[in-house]
């Protein structure tokens, strides 16, 4: 029970890596406050819209008075530069960047002691898929946010980032090429990044702040080439 009491506020928390990483946390005893578009009984509402932000943080504080965690996990649209609308591109940065900023910045005066802000980037912030803007923009951004804060916020809140890159969030099982293009031999799961973030937040990661770290089981290490790897040119 290392985080038992403690306050995470986790946005995106409704399902996939968000869903685990809650239940993680409750699991270890915290106490885990949720904002996510999608309907449930956790706070609903959508993290591009300022006034939904103001509104949650002040719904966070008053039923706790401070925070000990935040992660922010939600996911932003992926479309590209064919189909992706203006509007969408600024939906885009708005749930992927602006909020974990305007979250930080909310709570900048109720962090408690040890607090730790943990932000969801990719492993596409660092390599693409062609009609991915929105989506990679958003997550290449939150990365570079992550540093900028760790500086502004340091002596008072650690943070840091991670890339989560094949994650599966539901129940398929993935083999052959799929699963060898990792060098670990498997596509991740939820837990994967869970346990990253747990870890992140303990007093075991003291010492680490500003960092983004990549979790996609080597995959982003890994050359393939037609004909290795089980990837055969058609």
Request: hydrophobic residues 40%; proline residues 3%; contains cysteine.
């Amino acid at each position: 029970m290392q985080f038992k009491n403690k306050v995470v506020v986790i946005t995106g928390g409704a399902h996939g890596i968000g869903k685990t990483t809650k239940e993680a946390f409750e699991a270890e005893g915290a106490l885990v406050e949720v904002i996510d578009i999608a309907e449930g009984t956790h706070f609903v509402g959508d993290i591009s819209k300022k006034e939904v932000l103001e509104a949650f943080a002040s719904y966070v504080l008053e039923r706790h008075g401070h925070v000990d965690y935040l992660i922010n996990n939600a996911l932003p649209v992926m479309k590209g530069i064919d189909e992706c609308s203006y509007e969408e591109f600024e939906y885009a940065m708005a749930a992927g960047v602006t909020a974990p900023f305007y979250l930080a910045k909310l709570f900048q005066d109720y962090f408690a002691e040890g607090a730790c802000i943990i932000n969801m980037s990719s492993s596409r912030d660092r390599m693409s898929q062609p009609q991915t803007e929105s989506y990679t923009a958003a997550k290449g951004g939150i990365a570079s946010l992550t540093h900028a804060l760790a500086v502004s916020l340091a002596g008072k809140v650690r943070v840091n980032s991670i890339s989560p890159g094949w994650i599966e969030t539901g129940d398929e099982i993935y083999e052959g090429p799929d699963a060898i293009q990792q060098p670990v031999g498997r596509v991740g799961n939820t837990m994967d990044i869970a346990n990253m973030i747990l870890f992140l937040c303990s007093d075991k990661a003291g010492f680490i702040t500003g960092e983004n770290i990549c979790i996609d089981g080597g995959m982003t290490k890994q050359m393939i080439y037609h004909g290795e790897h089980g990837w055969k040119k058609e």
